[in-house]
C-alpha cells in the first residue's frame, strides 16, 4: 500500500532547461511534505518542503507546489544544473507514527551539459 | 558538528553471519530511524527509537533483525544469519525534535556472498 507514489523512474533534461518531478499521495490528511536529494553512496539530504496551508514554497532554484485537491506535488527545477544529476524522493512525515518518514520510489534525474 | 555518522561505510557477510550496522546521531539528537533501500527501490521504514527505547519497529522484519539505541553510544542494527536478500544499502537517520527534518548518514553498503 504506497501511500506516496513518484510514476517517473527517471528524467532527462538539458542543462539550463526546467526539471519538473511530480509526487501523488493518498491521504488527504497529510500536512507536510519535503523533499530529498541523493547522490550515489551517499546519503539523502533534506532539499525543501511545503506545508499544506501553503501551495507553493520557493528556495533558490527549487520550487514545490502543492495540489491539495489533486493529492500532487511537484518539484520544479529552474534553471537544471549538471549538479543536479540524483535521485530525488518526495516524502511525508506519518504523524501517527513518530513521524516516520514514507517516501516515494524516487525519480532518478539527469542533466546533460 | 559533525553530521549522523555510519560504520561500516562497506559490509561483507557471508550467508549465516552476523551484520552489526552502527549509526552516531548528530550532536544533541535523541531520536534515530534506520531505513533500507534495497536495489532499484526507494528507501523503506525499518525502526525508530529514541534512547533505551524502541518506538516503532513496523518496519522491521520479524526475525533475525534487531535494533538498539543505549543510553552510552551509537545506536546498532544487528543482522543475524543474513542471506542474500539482506543485500541492501542501510541509512540511519536522526533528528532532534520530532517534525523536524531528518538528517541521514551515508548509509552502509552491506553485501551478502
Known amino acids: 500500500d504506497q501511500q506516496v507514489k513518484q510514476n517517473s523512474p527517471s528524467l532527462s533534461v538539458q542543462e539550463g532547461r526546467i526539471s519538473i518531478l511530480n509526487c501523488d499521495y493518498t491521504n488527504s490528511m497529510f500536512d507536510y511534505f519535503l523533499w530529498y536529494k541523493k547522490y550515489p553512496a551517499e546519503g539523502p539530504t533534506f532539499l525543501i518542503s511545503?506545508?499544506?496551508?501553503?501551495d507553493k514554497n520557493e528556495d533558490g532554484r527549487f520550487t514545490v507546489f502543492l495540489n491539495k485537491s489533486a493529492k500532487h506535488l511537484s518539484l520544479h527545477i529552474v534553471p537544471s544544473q549538471p549538479g543536479d544529476s540524483a535521485v530525488y524522493f518526495c516524502?511525508?512525515?506519518?504523524?501517527?507514527?513518530?513521524?516516520?518518514?514514507?517516501f516515494g520510489g524516487g525519480t532518478r534525474v539527469l542533466v546533460k551539459p | 558538528n559533525a553530521g549522523v555518522m555510519q560504520n561500516p561505510r562497506h559490509l561483507v557477510r557471508r550467508r549465516g553471519q552476523e551484520a552489526r550496522l552502527r549509526c552516531s546521531p548528530m550532536k544533541g539528537h535523541s531520536h534515530v530511524y534506520w531505513y533500507r533501500q534495497l536495489p532499484e527501490e526507494g528507501l523503506k521504514f525499518m525502526v525508530y527509537l529514541q534512547k533505551e527505547n524502541i518506538i516503532d519497529e513496523s518496519g522491521m522484519p520479524k526475525e533475525r533483525f534487531s535494533a538498539e539505541f543505549p543510553k552510552e553510544g551509537p545506536s546498532i542494527l544487528r543482522i543475524q544469519q543474513v542471506v542474500r536478500g539482506d543485500s541492501a544499502a542501510y541509512f540511519c537517520a536522526s533528528v532532534g525534535t520530532e517534525g523536524s527534518p531528518l538528517h541521514f548518514g551515508n548509509g552502509t553498503r552491506l553485501t551478502v556472498t
Open positions: 511545503i506545508s499544506s496551508i501553503k
Open positions: 516524502a511525508v512525515p506519518i504523524k501517527a507514527a513518530g513521524n516516520k518518514l514514507t
